[in-house]
């Protein structure tokens, strides 16, 4: 990883507005080579290296705070106006300063369902969810804005604290089966060292504004809660048929039901030459099992 980003260094500073799970991991990372990371949350906190935002109340950074940037990261999902939070707010100053590089981290939502089908960044995307069509929109709103941006597609993301693991331990793991579905996922680490990755090479690869980032093999949710129990050495509950688990879930689970597409990685791993840490989910919750 050393080498990764040794093209990154000092000389950059990146904002990384919305620092969940996502953005924690990627400003701890980028740090570690040299580089400055300020990271935004809605609300106030004691790190000096955090400032607030809130698109919701109009609470914006000030002048200071994009003194000498040079990239920006969003984390940030689409507002409950289906419009983008950072440009609503931020587009004007963003757009008044010298950025070499904007990320978005977008969804693999809006590819909608394509029936256990394979789909990459060269098929039209084709929302189904309400959400995914707002996310599609803000997408749009990205490229729109002249911003030298580049979008992440993302499944389900998981790693060290946001697993399988944390959902046995808080006991709201839900063994659902369901006749051929299956999910797309990634580590958090594989986001991270992706978009470094492309960033380190940026000069050399042709440029994609659109990369999906996923693993190797998307696989039903079954075998992955099954591989958590066998490491554990507990035995897995048995499965509840997903028709009748169905009316005990919220709305927002059961929409992740509807769909079932497999996410490929191929732009990323084949023709840019991105190597998974994480190739598949039995190598990445390992790492969880044993970082928990
Ligand atoms: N979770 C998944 O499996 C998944 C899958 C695909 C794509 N994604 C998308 O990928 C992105 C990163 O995911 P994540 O899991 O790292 O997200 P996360 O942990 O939920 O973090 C989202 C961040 O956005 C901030 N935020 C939300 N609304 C805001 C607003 N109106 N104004 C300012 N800040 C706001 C939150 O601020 P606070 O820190 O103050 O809460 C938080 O820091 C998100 O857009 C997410 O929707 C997630």
Redesign the pocket.
């Known amino acids: 990883m050393k080498n990764l980003a040794s093209s990154l260094g000092e000389k950059n500073k990146f904002l990384i ?7 924690t991991f990627f400003a701890k990372t980028i740090r570690k080579f040299g580089c400055t990371a300020l990271t ?4 106030e906190s004691e790190d000096p290296n955090s400032f607030v ?4 109340n109009g609470k914006v950074p000030n002048e200071k705070i994009f003194d000498g940037v040079t990239h920006v990261l969003s ?3 689409p ?1 409950k106006n289906g419009k983008d ?1 950072v440009l609503g707010s931020l587009k004007n100053k963003l757009q008044n300063i010298t950025l070499e590089w904007v990320g978005y ?5 809006v590819y909608g369902n394509t029936k256990g089908n394979w789909v990459s960044e060269f098929d039209e995307p084709n929302p189904f969810q309400n959400r995914s069509h707002k996310r599609l929109n803000c997408e749009k709103e990205w490229i729109a804005s002249g911003l030298p941006v580049q979008i992440f597609r ?5 790693g060290p604290g946001r697993s399988t693991f944390d959902t046995i331990r808080n006991q709201k793991v839900r063994v659902i089966s369901k006749k051929d579905q299956i999910f797309s996922r990634i580590h958090v680490a594989d986001i991270t060292n992706a978009i470094i990755y492309l960033l380190q090479n940026k000069n050399s690869l042709k440029f994609h504004q659109i990369i999906n980032i996923a693993d190797d093999e998307p696989c039903s949710q079954i075998e992955v809660i099954q591989y958590c129990y066998d490491l554990l050495g507990l035995k897995m509950p048995k499965p509840i048929l997903f028709e009748d688990a169905k009316k005990e879930l919220s709305p927002i689970a059961q929409s992740f039901w509807m769909e079932n597409r497999r996410v490929s990685n191929k732009l990323l791993c084949e023709t840019l030459g991105y190597k998974l840490i994480y190739k598949n989910y039995k190598i990445g919750l390992k790492n969880c099992f044993l970082n928990s």
């Open positions: 507005l919305g620092c969940g799970f996502c953005g935004s949350s809605r609300s935002f809130n698109s919701e984390c940030i999902p507002g939070p981290l977008s969804t693999t939502g993302l499944p389900g993301i998981y």
